[in-house]
């Protein structure tokens, strides 16, 4: 059974930093392309990043480029989010997802895989 989970949320202070991490569990994703989403209250879900197969190809959501980075480790099947200069509006539940495609969607529904989230708190 596939299974991603998410850690690494949690309260911040705006300015400060947090790293999420998604573990990979029940196949392997190394060729597979894997994104972060996030869904803030009352709002629907969105695309923050998304990192290709292999690594090479990265893509950001224009509200996080600049401060957000997606790494992955395809030797520990794992994929991480480092998060800077955090704002009051990135809010919201972290979502870890695997595609069954190679390349570094943005699309919601190019997703197969999704974790359960982890909640992300800025505070002004």
């Known amino acids: 059974q596939v299974q991603l989970a998410e850690s690494g949320g949690g309260l911040v202070q705006a300015g400060g930093s947090l790293r999420l991490s998604c573990a990979a569990s029940?196949?392997?994703?190394?060729?597979?392309?894997m994104s972060w989403f996030r869904q803030g209250p009352g709002k629907e879900r969105e695309f923050v990043a998304a990192i290709s197969g292999s690594g090479r190809s990265t893509r950001y959501a224009d509200s996080v480029k600049g401060r957000f980075a997606i790494s992955r480790d395809n030797s520990k099947n794992t994929m991480d989010l480092q998060m800077n200069s955090l704002k009051p509006e990135d809010t919201a539940v972290y979502y870890c997802?695997?595609?069954?495609?190679?390349?570094?969607?943005?699309?919601?529904?190019?997703?197969?895989?999704w974790g359960q989230g982890t909640q992300v708190t800025v505070s002004s």
């Open positions: 029940g196949r392997t994703f190394s060729s597979n392309g």
């Open positions: 997802a695997a595609s069954d495609r190679s390349g570094d969607a943005f699309r919601l529904s190019e997703y197969a895989y």
